[in-house]
């Protein structure tokens, strides 16, 4: 009688499937192994949070699972590197990406060999080009988009802007360059030429090829406009700053296998100029290479397309304050928006960051490529040198993209800014002192086979190889990161000052230097010394920027963080008004 009402009270009490009857090694009671585990439901009258659960540390049935081993095994599972709907927004967004830096390459290139390569002109056209063709663009498009931005949406401005660049550099091919020798006024620069001083060669070069210019103000455009301003304003209006910690370092990857099939594109374009037989080999490479430039674009406004319709109007992709903010029109006046990002200590700290590269990699590649045009003045030669280069850029960004995202995701932001800048001034040390003295290094030259000039133009192109691939994996996703956490008036307006003026200007200011000491001085090789010395400053003002916006980054990080968990201590609050309500 009493093992019976055992049993019962076990069944009932513990919820033993077995009650009952005795065998060695087990409970009296229930049968199982006595360390088994069970739980004691008390009355169902008690209220469920004097429940309490009475845990004997006991082996279990044979086949029975332990709970504790379970929830290990759960924790031991890893979640997916990307998630559905993550992965629906980083594949079109890198197709994107891929398609606007597969473009820049080939433009890039065909620009430089078009203005270098040109009748009566150098390299050191390029500094001319940057200062009084390249900077004025720039600011009457930041004027011009402020403008815009203010009566069309995100959208539409993304798919005008670009439809206007691929328009023009289709009739540049089609329609300017087979007619350049009735657009061009090489009379009145021949005539120019004879009466002004020797110094103002390279302002009246940029006058007698001016198409060629516009080609080279538009192929500037296309990288700060389309690139910085237009590509990264959509991603970060769809991605998170914790998303952008881990796949925009990702998009680079997209980008450098651009940059690897590009670089061959135009190998091959400036090949096919001697095998086509054509009248004007160069006329049939162009169209070649801007038919490149078309399809890529058609690509990418289909990809623009999809992210439009598939993921911005996806409320699983994308938060629903972040649509809020994609949407929203600014109404400012260029004025006042010019007024408030001055009075903005973090946008100077932005623009500084973009004018300090745009001021060094200018000083640096102008010396490189009056060397670059030394060793190589043929344009074919020229074209193929560069198709390797951009090649080789995409190769080594590779991998740097990977060493980028592992920066990124263990380090703080001021870190992985300010390896950029770093590596910039440790090359730069290595190639200007073998421009400047090619003496102290015959040795190496002596036992490498090779002249001064060639080894000076294989070190240049490492250390442009250099600046690239971090500028590509470490100091684009960090500028465009410090974007994240402003507000809709300063990401938008002040994006577009910093990048499409910011870039420009200080490439332009490191013209204005160049050109004050050639004029001075008297050529590109007397200067060396003083560009160098000029190159250290800005990488110094460069790294102190870094630092300064390094801490404001992270207190408005910790304001957010602050903000939201004030709003979820507010929302707790709500919950708990409405339950005691009920």
């Known amino acids: 009688m009493l093992l019976v009402l055992l049993s019962a009270t076990c069944a009932i009490a513990f919820q033993c499937p077995r009650p009952g009857g005795i065998s060695p090694g087990r409970c009296v009671v229930c049968r199982r192994p006595r360390h088994h585990r069970a739980t004691w439901r008390l009355s169902a009258t008690v209220d469920e949070s004097e429940r309490r659960d009475i845990k004997f540390n006991l082996p279990l049935i044979d086949g029975e699972e332990d709970p504790a081993q379970t929830t290990k095994t759960k924790k031991k599972k890893k979640e997916p590197l990307m998630t559905r709907n993550e992965m629906k927004k980083v594949v079109p967004l890198g197709i994107i990406f891929f398609c606007v830096l597969f473009n820049y390459t080939i433009l890039r290139d065909t620009k430089d060999v078009l203005v270098v390569t040109a009748p009566k002109s150098g390299a050191e056209i390029i500094p001319f080009l940057k200062t009084y063709v390249n900077l004025p663009g720039a600011v009457a498009f930041t004027v011009l988009f402020a403008s815009l931005s203010n009566r069309f949406s995100q959208p539409v401005l993304f ?124 006329a049939l490479s162009l169209k070649v290479l801007v038919g490149g430039v078309a399809v890529s674009g058609a690509v990418l406004l289909a990809a623009h397309e999809f992210v439009q319709r598939k993921v911005v109007n996806d409320p699983d992709c994308v938060d629903e304050s972040q649509l809020k903010k994609a949407r929203t029109k600014t109404k400012m006046s260029v004025g006042a928006s010019i007024k408030t990002l001055a009075s903005s200590a973090y946008i100077r700290d932005l623009a500084m960051l973009v004018v300090g590269y745009g001021m060094a990699i200018n000083i640096v590649e102008v010396t490189w490529k009056a060397k670059l045009k030394q060793l190589y003045p043929n344009p074919s030669d020229y074209s193929a040198f560069m198709g390797n280069f951009s090649s080789a850029t995409g190769l080594v960004t590779f991998v740097m993209m990977l060493f980028g995202r592992h920066v990124l995701n263990k380090f703080k932001w001021g870190v992985a800014a300010a390896i950029p800048p770093v590596a910039l001034l440790s090359s730069a040390v290595v190639f200007f002192s073998l421009v400047m003295l090619p003496a102290a290094w015959a040795p190496v030259t002596a036992a490498l086979g090779t002249t001064p000039l060639a080894l000076a133009v294989m070190v240049g192109a490492a250390q442009n190889i250099i600046s690239k691939s971090t500028k590509y994996s470490l100091f684009d996703p960090c500028k465009e990161i410090a974007y994240i956490p402003l507000d809709v008036e300063e990401k938008t307006k002040g994006k577009a000052a910093v990048d499409v003026i910011g870039g420009p200007l200080g490439k332009s200011g490191g013209s204005l230097i160049q050109q004050a000491l050639i004029l001075t001085l008297g050529s590109l090789a007397a200067s060396t010394p003083y560009l160098a010395a000029l190159l250290f400053a800005v990488i110094g003002l460069w790294i ?22 004030q709003e979820h201590h507010h929302q707790q609050m709500q919950q708990q008004q409405q339950q005691s309500a009920f």
């Open 544 to 565: 102190r920027s870094s630092r300064s916006l390094a801490l404001r980054i992270e207190a408005k990080q910790a304001e957010e963080q602050q903000r939201q968990h």
């Open 159 to 282: 798919r005008g802007i670009v439809t206007a660049f691929l328009t023009f550099f289709g009739a540049f091919a089609t329609v300017l360059y087979p007619n350049r020798h009735i657009l061009h006024p090489n009379g009145v620069c021949d005539a120019l030429a004879a009466t002004l001083p020797a110094a103002f060669a390279a302002p009246i070069a940029i006058l007698r090829n001016w198409t060629f210019s516009v080609f080279y103000m538009c192929a500037e455009l296309w990288g700060s406009v389309v690139a910085a301003l237009l590509f990264w304003g959509l991603a970060n209006s769809v991605v998170t700053v914790p998303e952008a910690k881990k796949y925009y370092p990702l998009f680079g990857l997209f980008a450098n296998v651009a940059l690897i099939f590009s670089g061959q594109y135009v190998k091959f374009a400036s090949t096919l100029r001697d095998v086509a037989g054509a009248a004007d080999p160069w």
